[in-house]
């Protein structure tokens, strides 16, 4: 695939000497390749102005001069910004097109959003007007507020329209519609730049050029666990926690693993029914399990009720994440969208691209146990605010901090079908109801039937220890005139 070639500007690095190319007539500065010196142009004339950071591995399947297609257009990757938040890292990369015009491509663990900058037709408000959940209309459309943090750009390389200063934190506000569309605040520009995209699958950009299928931290990065010195070794650089495979205490790894990294100790470990490392073909896609969690949700206005689930956090390169739930109504699958559904006034119900989901359960739930690696910081009593709707076989669910609000959809699937993609011997086993609700539903109180039976044999034992006790007082008939017998179906004695 070839993309039609603009006319082009390459001066020597101010720094190194190396050529440096403009290509797009948008672009004001460049990173250098050899020396990563910061050059901004003027005109025919090119300065540095500093020097940036080396660039944060995030093993995407992307690279610079990787080329696809969106529509009918085509475009060339020709630069990278990378930025951190509270939530993670993210990066965009920046998107020559044939006909000159500029879009990013928004990376987020797998997920991909093509956006094109855009007027909001208003003055944009400071971003602590916008609350997390609130709905807000800008350019004549409702969104719904889905995000709000402090970011920083960490590092970029190639050339850019834009770059704000590194390591100095500005507020970026996200905001999605119903028909997932994306809209984006950024203010680390003045006044703050809007841009707005829709999702889209690396597949269907038809990409050519892409980087080889190495995901994993080649030569083992490792570092001794903060708690008890066994030796921990991440698989993705993107990891934001991570669990010590000796003592299951969960490592933040927010501020990096050089310095004191922090960590929190488990209480009893609770052992997954499919084992991390696990790789297996699931519905037509291979998914390797990096992460498992067991989560537990109580009733808003009952504290005392309690009820359990377990979520697995699945991986593909090109798929990014996806989550694997088991819950006494059985297993499900759910990933992360991009759009905000449109909730009635009082929250019964959502409608999501053509579909009306009904609210099933609404409820607090917060992390008991977990293990393993996940792209977000990870603590144990962690806790969210979720709502649970469906619609059939569908499931669509909420999550909400007071910093973001999040939405996935799923759908539930057969437990013989999990059992056979993920090696899972004892069928029984998938049975088990002390495992809980999905993040799309929940379960009821995480009491199956295997406690139940555990809990009526007690009761028949200590009967039956009353009622000898009762025949050795009486000299043994083992009738009284009361129902105190082991043998008491519904009726009367006979």
Same mark, same amino acid.
């Given at each position: 695939?070839a993309?039609?070639p603009?006319?082009?500007?390459?001066?020597a690095?101010?720094?190194?000497?190396?050529?440096v190319?403009?290509?797009?007539?948008q672009?004001?500065h460049?990173?250098?390749?050899y020396?990563r010196?910061?050059?901004?142009?003027?005109g025919?004339t090119?300065a540095?102005?500093?020097?940036?950071?080396?660039?944060?591995?995030?093993?995407?399947?992307?690279?610079?001069?990787?080329r696809?297609?969106?529509?009918?257009?085509?475009?060339?990757?020709?630069?990278?910004l990378?930025y951190?938040?509270?939530?993670?890292?993210?990066?965009?990369w920046?998107?020559?097109?044939?006909?000159?015009?500029?879009?990013?491509?928004a990376?987020?663990?797998?997920?991909?959003?093509?956006?094109?900058?855009?007027?909001?037709?208003?003055?944009?408000?400071?971003a602590?007007?916008?609350?997390?959940?609130?709905?807000?209309?800008?350019?004549?459309?409702s969104y719904?507020?889905t995000?709000n &943090?402090?970011? @920083?750009?960490?590092?970029?390389? /190639? *050339?850019?329209? $834009? +770059?704000?200063?590194?390591?100095?934190?500005?507020?970026?506000?996200?905001?999605?519609?119903a028909?997932?569309?994306?809209l984006?605040?950024?203010?680390g520009?003045?006044?703050?730049a809007?841009?707005?995209?829709r999702?889209?699958?690396? &597949?269907?950009? @038809?990409?050519s050029?892409?980087? /080889? *299928?190495?995901? $994993? +931290?080649?030569?083992g990065?490792?570092?001794?666990?903060p708690?008890c010195?066994?030796?921990?070794t991440?698989?993705?650089?993107?990891?934001?926690?991570?669990?010590?495979?000796?003592?299951?205490?969960?490592?933040?790894?927010?501020r990096?693993?050089?310095? @004191?990294?922090?960590?929190?100790e488990?209480?009893?470990?609770v052992?997954?029914?499919?084992?991390?490392?696990?790789?297996?073909?699931?519905?037509?896609?291979h998914w390797q399990?990096?992460g498992?969690?067991?989560?537990?949700?109580?009733?808003?206005?009952?504290?005392?009720?309690?009820?359990?689930?377990?979520?697995?956090l699945?991986y593909?390169?090109?798929?990014?994440?996806?989550?694997?739930l088991?819950?006494t109504?059985?297993?499900?699958?759910?990933?992360p969208?991009?759009?905000a559904?449109?909730?009635?006034r009082?929250l019964?119900?959502?409608?999501?691209?053509?579909?009306?989901?009904?609210?099933?359960?609404?409820?607090?739930?917060?992390?008991?146990?977990?293990?393993?690696?996940?792209?977000?910081?990870?603590?144990?009593?962690?806790v969210?605010?979720n709502?649970?709707?469906?619609?059939?076989?569908?499931?669509?669910?909420?999550?909400?901090?007071?910093?973001?609000?999040?939405?996935?959809?799923g759908?539930?699937?057969?437990?013989?079908?999990?059992a056979?993609?993920?090696?899972?011997?004892?069928k029984?086993?998938?049975?088990?109801?002390?495992?809980g609700?999905v993040a799309?539903?929940?379960?009821?109180?995480g009491?199956?039937?295997?406690t139940?039976?555990?809990?009526?044999?007690?009761?028949?034992?200590?009967?039956?220890?009353?009622?000898a006790?009762?025949?050795?007082?009486?000299?043994?008939?083992?009738?009284?005139?009361?129902?105190?017998?082991g043998?008491?179906?519904g009726?009367?004695?006979?």
């Amino acid at each position: 695939m070839a993309t039609t070639p603009q006319r082009s500007y390459t001066a020597a690095c101010p720094g190194c000497g190396a050529p440096v190319a403009f290509r797009s007539a948008q672009s004001t500065h460049a990173v250098c390749s050899y020396c990563r010196s910061t050059v901004v142009r003027e005109g025919a004339t090119v300065a540095r102005v500093g020097k940036m950071a080396e660039l944060f591995d995030d093993h995407s399947p992307l690279q610079l001069q990787a080329r696809g297609k969106y529509g009918e257009r085509e475009f060339s990757v020709v630069g990278r910004l990378q930025y951190r938040g509270d939530s993670g890292t993210w990066t965009e990369w920046n998107c020559l097109f044939s006909d000159g015009e500029t879009g990013w491509l928004a990376e987020d663990n797998g997920s991909y959003v093509m956006a094109f900058a855009v007027d909001a037709n208003r003055e944009i408000p400071e971003a602590d007007r916008f609350r997390v959940g609130a709905t807000t209309a800008i350019g004549g459309k409702s969104y719904q507020v889905t995000g709000n &943090e402090q970011v @920083a750009l960490i590092s970029a390389e /190639g *050339e850019l329209p $834009k +770059l704000p200063p590194v390591d100095a934190r500005f507020p970026v506000v996200e905001l999605r519609s119903a028909d997932n569309e994306v809209l984006a605040l950024d203010y680390g520009a003045t006044p703050p730049a809007a841009t707005r995209g829709r999702p889209v699958a690396l &597949e269907e950009l @038809a990409f050519s050029g892409l980087r /080889g *299928e190495s995901t $994993k +931290l080649e030569g083992g990065l490792q570092f001794s666990c903060p708690h008890c010195g066994a030796p921990v070794t991440p698989r993705f650089d993107s990891s934001k926690s991570i669990t010590c495979p000796a003592c299951k205490s969960i490592i933040d790894l927010t501020r990096g693993v050089a310095g @004191a990294v922090g960590f929190a100790e488990q209480g009893e470990a609770v052992e997954p029914l499919i084992p991390l490392g696990t790789v297996a073909q699931f519905q037509g896609v291979h998914w390797q399990v990096v992460g498992y969690q067991n989560r537990v949700g109580t009733e808003p206005d009952d504290p005392d009720e309690h009820f359990g689930w377990d979520e697995y956090l699945l991986y593909n390169r090109k798929r990014g994440f996806t989550f694997l739930l088991d819950t006494t109504e059985g297993w499900s699958v759910a990933k992360p969208v991009t759009g905000a559904p449109e909730l009635s006034r009082d929250l019964t119900t959502a409608s999501y691209l053509g579909t009306q989901y009904k609210q099933q359960y609404a409820y607090k739930a917060q992390v008991n146990f977990a293990e393993g690696e996940f792209y977000w910081p990870v603590e144990r009593g962690q806790v969210t605010f979720n709502r649970d709707y469906a619609s059939g076989n569908k499931l669509l669910a909420m999550e909400e901090t007071p910093r973001e609000r999040t939405w996935s959809l799923g759908s539930k699937v057969d437990a013989a079908e999990v059992a056979k993609a993920f090696g899972i011997k004892n069928k029984e086993l998938l049975k088990r109801g002390d495992s809980g609700p999905v993040a799309p539903g929940k379960a009821g109180m995480g009491c199956g039937c295997a406690t139940l039976v555990v809990i009526v044999l007690v009761i028949l034992i200590f009967i039956a220890i009353l009622d000898a006790m009762d025949d050795d007082r009486t000299g043994g008939s083992g009738y009284s005139g009361s129902r105190s017998g082991g043998s008491y179906s519904g009726g009367s004695h006979k």
